[in-house]
C-alpha cells in the first residue's frame, strides 16, 4: 500500500492501543463481536496479538456467552466470508467443496459444527458458523494452533427453526432437516456424514476433527461412528467431561477435607441429560474408579435428572443414550420436584447442564447446605442466561461456604467482607491442549484415556497460591502453560497405546519434550512500527 494512504505520524503511534481502545468504546457485547471480526479481517496478526494480551477481556466476547448472541444474528451481521459451508446440497461432490478451501495443505484442525443445537439456543441452522469460528479462535489463543492451519466448517443440511427459514436475510439451505431414509433417502444424514469424513481424510489427511453443538442423539451418534476410524473427538462430551472431571476432582477434594468423606464416597446427581450431561457423567466415572472402585460401583455414585425427574430404567420411551445411568434401585413414585430428588438421593456434588435460568433455587442450594459441610454445585449451562445459579446468590445462600464452578465467567463476589473467586469450567483448559497433543503426536484416534489424562494434567496444574486460594481451576492468563502440560499428557498417553505416528517424540527426555511443546506454539509476528519516507 502506498506510504501516502498513512497520515504523517501512524508510525509514531501505538495502533495496538487504538485498536484496543475501538474495542473497549463499543457498548454492547455483539457490536465488539463485529469489531474484533473486522479486525481479524484487517489484520489478523494484530488482531491475534491483542487477544493474547487480553485474553481474559476478549474471550468472553469471542466465545461464551457472545458468540451466542452472534450466532442467533450471524444472517444479519454477516460481513465476508470467513469458513467453509458443505451444504445438503453437495451430496456427491463434498470433496471438490472441501478441495476448494485456500490451505487445505496446512490444514491440521477443523471444528464442525452442524449448527442443530447451538449453546442451547436451539437449531440455528447457517448461523453456527461462529461456534466454529469461535472454537478455533481459542485452540489459537490457548495452544498457540497456527491459525492457517485452522479449518472452520459448518455444515448446512437446513434448519428446523421456522423463523430463520421465514427470514429473507437467511444465508442457509432453506429446508427443514434430513430426517431419514424412509423420509428422504436422498438426503439421508448418515450417507451425507459418511461422505463428509471420507472427503475429509482425503483432502486433509493429517486433519483432526472436532465436532461441536450437534444434536443430542446424532453427537453420540457420529462420535462412536467414526471415532475408532479417523481422528475425531467430540468436546461437548469428550471436551466438557475432561473439564468437568478436573473441575471435581479438586472440588471434591476440598470437600472431603472438609467433612472427612472418602473420595469414593461422593454421590453426583445431574440435572440435564443431553449429550454434554451425560458425557460428563460418564467422564466422571473416571473420578471413582481412580479411587479404587468397579466400574459397575462408580456408575452407582451418579444419579440423572431430565424434564420428567429421576431417570429410572422402567420409565417408558426412555431415549438410548440416558439408559447408562438410569437407576434400576428405585422403585417408588416418580421423582419430579429437584429438592425432593436432593433429599432421596443425598449427593456431595449437584451439577447443571439442563440449560435452565435458576434452575437451583434458593431452596435447593439450602438442601445441599443441609446435607453438605461444603456442597459442590457446578452450574454448567450456557450462557448466563442459560444457567442454573448465578455466582452471588451461590455465596450467599450457602453464607460462602459453596464450592463453585459455572460454565460461564462470572466475577468475584465479596460476601460478609470475604472476597470468593469462582472457578470457570471452561472447555478452553482443555480441547486446546488435546489438539495440540494430538497434532504433534501425529495421533491415529482420540482415546478415553488420552481425554482422561488431559484431565488428570489440569487437575495437577494448580499452583500452590491457586491451591491456598482454593481454587478448583488455574487461572486462565496462565492457559498455555496448562495446555502444554495437558499435550504432555496426550502425547504420552498416545505412545502408551501405540496411537502416534511421530516416532521422534518418543526419543525425547519429558523435560525435552515439554520444551519441544512450548516451540511448537504459534506466536503472532513481531508487529513492527511502518516507518517510511511519504513521497
Not at 216 to 224: G, M, R, S, V, W
Not at 384 to 401: H, K, M, P, R, T
Request: a neutral charge; proline letters at 6%.
Amino acid at each position: 500500500m502506498s506510504p501516502a494512504r498513512f497520515p504523517p505520524h501512524f508510525a509514531q503511534t501505538d495502533h495496538r492501543q487504538r485498536s484496543l481502545n475501538q474495542m473497549r468504546s463499543k457498548q454492547l457485547g455483539l457490536e465488539k463481536y463485529i469489531y474484533l471480526n473486522g479486525l481479524k479481517g484487517r489484520d489478523s496478526d494484530l488482531f491475534y496479538d491483542i487477544l493474547l494480551e487480553n485474553m481474559q477481556e476478549m474471550i468472553p466476547i469471542l466465545y461464551t456467552p457472545t458468540v451466542g448472541e452472534a450466532c442467533v444474528n450471524y444472517s444479519h451481521i454477516w460481513r465476508r466470508p470467513e469458513g467453509l459451508y458443505v451444504s445438503i446440497k453437495d451430496k456427491g461432490r463434498i470433496r471438490d467443496v472441501l478441495a476448494s478451501w485456500p490451505n487445505f495443505n496446512d490444514g491440521r484442525i477443523a471444528v464442525v459444527t452442524d449448527g442443530s443445537r447451538i449453546l442451547g439456543l436451539g437449531d440455528l441452522g447457517a448461523n453456527g458458523l461462529p461456534i466454529s469460528l469461535g472454537k478455533l479462535d481459542l485452540y489459537i489463543a490457548g495452544a498457540g494452533i497456527k491459525p492457517s492451519s485452522t479449518v472452520p466448517i459448518c455444515l448446512d443440511l437446513g434448519t428446523n427453526t421456522q423463523r430463520y427459514l421465514d427470514d429473507p436475510l437467511y444465508i442457509g439451505v432453506r429446508r427443514p432437516r434430513p430426517l431419514g431414509p424412509e423420509a428422504c433417502p436422498c438426503y439421508h444424514m448418515d450417507e451425507f456424514m459418511d461422505e463428509f469424513m471420507a472427503a475429509m481424510k482425503e483432502v486433509f489427511p493429517t486433519l483432526l476433527v472436532q465436532f461441536e453443538d450437534f444434536s443430542t442423539d446424532n453427537a453420540f451418534k457420529y462420535l462412536e461412528r467414526y471415532r475408532h476410524q479417523y481422528r475425531v473427538f467430540n468436546d461437548d462430551i469428550q471436551g466438557t467431561g475432561s473439564v468437568i472431571l478436573s473441575g471435581f476432582t479438586n472440588a471434591a477434594r476440598l470437600s472431603s477435607a472438609a467433612s472427612g468423606l472418602p473420595p469414593s464416597d461422593h454421590k453426583i446427581l445431574f440435572l440435564g441429560a443431553g449429550s454434554a450431561g451425560i458425557g460428563v457423567a460418564k467422564q466422571l466415572l473416571s473420578f471413582f474408579t481412580l479411587s479404587g472402585l468397579s466400574p459397575e460401583e462408580a456408575r452407582s455414585r451418579i444419579y440423572t435428572v431430565d424434564s420428567k425427574g429421576l431417570i429410572t430404567a422402567d420409565r417408558q420411551g426412555l431415549q438410548e443414550h440416558k439408559k447408562f445411568f438410569a437407576r434400576t434401585d428405585y422403585d417408588g413414585p416418580a421423582l419430579t420436584d429437584l429438592v425432593d430428588i436432593i433429599n432421596y438421593v443425598k449427593p456431595t456434588a449437584l451439577l447443571g447442564l439442563s440449560t435452565i435460568r435458576n434452575a437451583f433455587t434458593e431452596k435447593v442450594v439450602k438442601a445441599m447446605c443441609a446435607l453438605n459441610t461444603r456442597p459442590i454445585i457446578f452450574p454448567l449451562s450456557n450462557p448466563v442466561a442459560l444457567c442454573e445459579l448465578d455466582y452471588q446468590d451461590a455465596v450467599e445462600w450457602s453464607n460462602g461456604q459453596v464450592i463453585f464452578a459455572s460454565g460461564s465467567p462470572y466475577k468475584p463476589v465479596s460476601c460478609d467482607g470475604v472476597v470468593y473467586e469462582p472457578g470457570q469450567g471452561n472447555n478452553m483448559y482443555i480441547f486446546p491442549g488435546i489438539g495440540l497433543g494430538s497434532i504433534l503426536s501425529r495421533t491415529r484416534h482420540v482415546s478415553d484415556a488420552m481425554v482422561e489424562q488431559a484431565a488428570i494434567a489440569l487437575a495437577s496444574s494448580l499452583t500452590e497460591e491457586e491451591k491456598a486460594a482454593e481454587l478448583v481451576y488455574p487461572r486462565l492468563a496462565r492457559i498455555r502453560d496448562i495446555s502444554a502440560q495437558v499435550a504432555f499428557a496426550v502425547i504420552r498417553q498416545a505412545q502408551k497405546e501405540k496411537l502416534d505416528d511421530n516416532a521422534y517424540l518418543r526419543t525425547l527426555p519429558d523435560a525435552d519434550l515439554l520444551g519441544l511443546i512450548h516451540d511448537k506454539m504459534w506466536q503472532p509476528p513481531a508487529l513492527q512500527l511502518r516507518s517510511f519516507t511519504r513521497l
